[in-house]
Antibody
Framework: QVQLQESGPGLVKPSGTLSLTCAVSGGSISNSNWWSWVRQPPGKGLEWIGEIYHSGDTNYNPSLKSRVTISVDKSKNQFSLKLNSVTAADTALYYC?????????WGQGTLVTVSS | EIVMTQSPATLSVSPGERATLSCRASQSVSSNLAWYQRKPGQAPRLLIYGASTRATGIPARFSGSGSGTEFTLTISSLQSEDFAVYYCQQYNNWPLTFGGGTKVEIK
């Protein structure tokens, strides 16, 4: 069974870059899955940020596309999220997840706060 | 972008009763619709995919129906562990979108 674990700083300064990594275990990142990032701001719903395939193909949410980069490191079996020019509105619980079509597996989530 | 609208926002139900949750898409998503359960401090858990197929290990009291723009999640007899927030999500079109959630609380 695939397991996902997010890691990264829990506090980011405004205008800075949010960087998170998702380690994949129990399966290869080169299988037929899309590897996604989803977030949930406090008191709000779930928002899909974007995803990557092991080939490097990506899909991004247009609302965030100008600020987001998702990359994959097959040698480490992990994928990463970078979100630049962050503001307080980017404060959220960030999840990594995998999907074939629906989201089969999720990480536990990591809280990222944007504050000076 | 396909907007997913869930109703009601909160559903108060007694243990053992039936719960019916609704999800509406702003345009057709065919049967490319999933339901997730989320409890505090836990990751979302896939319940239903393809609008009506239970995920591995999901009890039979959970059932999904619908296609196109109207979908329903039914919990036939609520157990204590079922009180949670439920989200629908479409994967027919990018960007992938979620509903705002329905909180199922103890009456």
């Amino acid at each position: 069974q695939v397991q996902l674990q997010e890691s990264g700083p829990g506090l980011v300064k405004p205008s800075g870059t949010l960087s998170l990594t998702c380690a994949v275990s129990g399966g290869s990142i080169s299988n037929s899955n899309w590897w996604s990032w989803v977030r949930q701001p406090p008191g709000k719903g779930l928002e899909w940020i974007g995803e990557i395939y092991h080939s490097g193909d990506t899909n991004y949410n247009p609302s965030l596309k100008s600020r987001v980069t998702i990359s994959v490191d097959k040698s480490k079996n992990q994928f990463s999220l970078k979100l630049n020019s962050v503001t307080a509105a980017d404060t959220a619980l960030y999840y990594c997840a995998s999907r074939t079509a629906e989201f089969d597996y999720w990480g536990q989530g990591t809280l990222v706060t944007v504050s000076s | 972008e396909i907007v997913m609208t869930q109703s009601p926002a909160t559903l108060s139900v007694s243990p053992g009763e039936r719960a019916t949750l609704s999800c509406r898409a702003s345009q057709s998503v065919s049967s490319n619709l999933a339901w997730y359960q989320r409890k505090p401090g836990q990751a979302p858990r896939l319940l239903i995919y393809g609008a009506s197929t239970r995920a591995t290990g999901i009890p039979a009291r959970f059932s999904g129906s619908g296609s196109g723009t109207e979908f329903t999640l039914t919990i036939s007899s609520l157990q204590s562990e079922d009180f949670a927030v439920y989200y629908c999500q479409q994967y027919n079109n990018w960007p992938l979108t979620f509903g705002g959630g329905t909180k199922v609380e103890i009456k």
